[in-house]
Structures are given as C-alpha cells and as structure tokens.
C-alpha cells in the first residue's frame, strides 16, 4: 500500500511563471489537506477538500492560489505568477472518509518549491 | 483557533524525559500528534479521540483532558532518535497543528 505520494519534490520557478503540485493520497483515502512550511516554521492550515468538493479553504491566499481533487487523479495545488514569497516547503496529507477529525492524516514528502 | 504548545524548545540528555503540552481555546474533540525530522514530513505518532484517553507508542505515551482542553505528550528515557519538532493537531472542521516543540537529544 503506497503511501501518500507528491511530485516534484523540488520545484525551481521564475517569477511570474506558475507552480503546479501534485498530490496521490492512499489508497481508499478521500479527503486531502494542504499545508504551507517554511524554514523553521509550523504547518500553516491552506485548504481541506474531499474529491470533487473543497470542504475548507480558509487558509487559501484570496489571489493567485487555487486547489481542486477531481474525481480521478490526483489533487493538485496551483500557484499562478507566483513570487519569493511563496518559496516554501507545501506539504499535503490524506485521510480516510470518516468522522472528520477522528481519523489518522499521513503526510507526503512534500514539495519543496523556489522561486527565484 | 491554532493550539499553544509548550515548551518550544527543550534539550535532553539521552535517558532523560520531556513532557510536550498542547491547550487549545476551543472545545477538542481529538488531537493527533506528529514529528518532523529536520527535512522530512511530518510523521503520524498517535491520535486520542476520547477525554481521559492514553495512548503508547513505544516509550512515547500522550493524555487528553477533555474538560481542560489539553493534550500531554510523554518522552521516556529519551533516545537520540527522538530528536524533531512535535507538533499537536486539533479538529476544527479541519485538522489545525501547532507551533510545534523542538526536542534536541544529545549523547
């Protein structure tokens, strides 16, 4: 059973171009929650979605950052234009359907983006 | 409402034990607890989903009080292999983490 997969790992762009991430949960998980980690920094909540449904993106910058999980493939996180600001370590953890809360997340290796 | 842990930092010597706390301003209702490896994701430990509950992982073992809203993370006779940032997660509709609590085990 793979674990929760993303990719790239690292992810090197220009300012102004845009970032796409990837993330495969595990297998019989539905629900996927992105963070943001910078160096030294906590898990910073950025959006909860269930496939075809964003459940929560109260964490989302309101410009420029856009998540989806469809039906098949996997969820992927854009960053359109991105800056140096949004280097950073994006992390994604999947879950299983159940009471929200009660069951177990388990991380990605993340993907580590910068932008010069 | 992000949960307060502490300490946010705390170095041992190996054998020695920490205790790591986590409160939050919100009723809980479960709290799940990580470490992260400097460079790694972060790595599930346990996840207590009942006041009053206790868990053991190896020689790690976590408390939940429900009625204070707090969460205690056990280290016994620490290993070097204990070293990484502890973070603590509540349900909030989402699963919200701490600052997280950086453990040093020196030799």
């Given at each position: 059973?793979?674990g929760?997969?993303?990719n790239p790992r690292?992810?090197?762009r220009?300012r102004?171009?845009?970032?796409?991430?990837?993330?495969?949960p595990m297998?019989g998980?539905?629900h996927?929650?992105?963070?943001?980690?910078?160096?030294e920094?906590g898990?910073?909540?950025m959006v909860y979605l269930?496939?075809?449904n964003i459940i929560d993106?109260?964490?989302?910058p309101?410009?420029?950052?856009?998540?989806?999980?469809p039906?098949?493939?996997?969820s992927?996180?854009r960053?359109?234009?991105?800056?140096r600001g949004?280097?950073?370590?994006?992390?994604c953890a999947?879950?299983?359907p159940?009471?929200?809360?009660?069951?177990?997340a388990f991380?990605?290796?993340?993907t580590?983006l910068?932008?010069? | 409402?992000?949960?307060v842990q502490s300490p946010?930092?705390?170095?041992?010597?190996?054998?020695e034990?920490?205790?790591i706390?986590?409160?939050s301003?919100?009723?809980l209702y479960?709290?799940h607890?990580?470490?992260?490896?400097?460079g790694?994701?972060?790595?599930?430990?346990?996840?207590l989903?009942k006041?009053g509950e206790q868990?053991g992982h190896?020689?790690?073992?976590?408390?939940?009080?429900?009625?204070?809203q707090q969460?205690?993370?056990?280290?016994t006779a620490?290993?070097l292999?204990?070293s990484?940032t502890?973070f603590?997660?509540?349900?909030q509709?989402k699963?919200i983490?701490?600052?997280?609590?950086?453990?040093?085990?020196?030799?």
């Open positions: 059973n793979a929760v997969m993303q690292h992810l090197v220009r102004g171009q845009e970032a796409r991430l990837r993330c495969s297998k998980h539905s996927v929650y992105w963070y943001r980690q910078l160096p920094e898990l910073k909540f269930q496939k075809e993106e109260s964490g989302m309101k410009e420029r950052f856009s998540a989806e999980f039906k098949e493939g996997p992927i996180l960053i359109q234009q991105v800056v949004d280097s950073a370590a994006y992390f999947s879950s299983p159940g009471l929200r809360g009660n069951t177990e991380f990605g290796q993340g580590r910068t932008v010069v | 409402q992000q949960p946010q930092a705390v170095i041992l010597r190996e054998g034990d920490a205790v706390n986590c409160s301003s919100k009723a479960s709290v607890w990580y470490r992260q490896k400097h790694e994701a972060p790595v599930f430990l346990m996840i989903l006041g868990k190896e020689k790690i073992s976590a408390s939940f009080n429900e009625k204070k969460s205690s993370l056990y280290l620490s290993q292999s204990y990484g502890y603590c997660g509540t349900e509709g699963l983490f701490g600052q997280g609590t950086e453990l040093s085990v020196k030799p």
